[in-house]
């Protein structure tokens, strides 16, 4: 079969004219149901982002990390918080959030996921927590051996209303890659929709997908700030490192956590009065002879 000259017949422009339409009609027109599709996606993209802008957010009261979260934890998103194996700095510094979280909510229940290995050392003491000023009424534990149970009743409870905060120990379910992070999407979504703060707790795991990463180490607590007879300071001090938020800042620093008052403070700042446990009277006089003597 013979191509057409496009070229040489006819009058030379007109030819080409004609050529370069023929060609033109060869490409198909962008459909519109291709840009309707499009529009809606990006009408999508805006409303969940403006959802996110219009969460709340829990202040730490320290103003380098409120800084760097610009105001504070976000509601409505999912926070990881990982943490070294046998160094329950990170659970410590999640129950201290926790804490600022129920000063604001006297009611709705925290909700706290995790398996029978949980940090490698066994479930949180119920009977202990009063101990950093925590009421454990106000916890519903779920316990499940299997850690995609265990993380689907996480996902399930942070679509849930009503719920201050939702933990979940995912233990080994970080290791599959694909599947930590498309269920990490999905949590997304679900803390959007229920509107509560989700914190996962764990060894180090991709934070793509969530909102902030976090990396919280035990660290030596020094000596009362003011004092003159070198008494050692017996608060949690944990090493706290911001690193990754969706602006794109980070920061660190080490944070003591006062039981008695549920504030974290600054270790780099010097508190203007010692602990409320190092105020008391020091007297020779009031110790049995046993022990003046």
């Given at each position: ?257 006062d039981g008695l008052t549920g504030r974290l403070h600054s270790q780099s700042a010097q508190l203007s009065t010692p602990p409320a446990y190092t105020d008391r009277t020091r007297s020779d006089a009031a110790l049995p002879a046993s022990l003046s003597a």
């Open positions: 079969m013979q191509a057409p000259n496009l070229t040489s017949s006819g009058s030379g422009k007109g030819a080409k004219a004609k050529a370069g339409l023929h060609l033109y009609d060869q490409v198909p027109p962008v459909c519109s149901v291709q840009k309707a599709d499009r529009f809606a996606e990006l009408k999508t993209q805006l409303k969940q982002a403006d959802t996110a802008r219009s969460f709340p957010a829990l202040a730490l009261g320290v103003d380098k990390f409120d800084t760097a979260l610009s105001g504070g934890l976000r509601f409505g998103h999912v926070h990881l918080m990982t943490g070294r194996p046998f160094d329950g700095a990170a659970t410590g510094f999640v129950l201290a959030l926790l804490r600022l979280l129920m000063e604001q909510d006297k009611t709705a229940p925290v909700i706290w996921c995790s398996p029978h290995h949980a940090g490698q050392a066994g479930h949180i003491l119920a009977s202990a927590l009063p101990a950093l000023g925590i009421s454990p009424s106000r916890f519903i534990f779920v316990h499940d051996q299997h850690p995609k149970r265990l993380m689907g009743a996480f996902e399930e409870v942070l679509q849930t209303r009503s719920i201050l905060a939702v933990v979940g120990e995912y233990g080994l379910f970080s290791r599959n890659i694909t599947a930590w992070q498309r269920w990490a999407r999905r949590c997304r979504l679900a803390a959007q929709t229920g509107g509560g703060i989700g914190m996962l707790l764990g060894a180090p795991a991709p934070v793509s997908g969530f909102e902030t990463g976090w990396q919280i180490t035990s660290a030596p607590g020094g000596r009362v700030a003011g004092s003159t007879a070198g008494d050692q300071d017996w608060r949690p001090c944990w090493a706290v490192q911001l690193d990754y938020t969706r602006q794109g800042t980070s920061c660190a620093d080490r944070l003591r956590y």
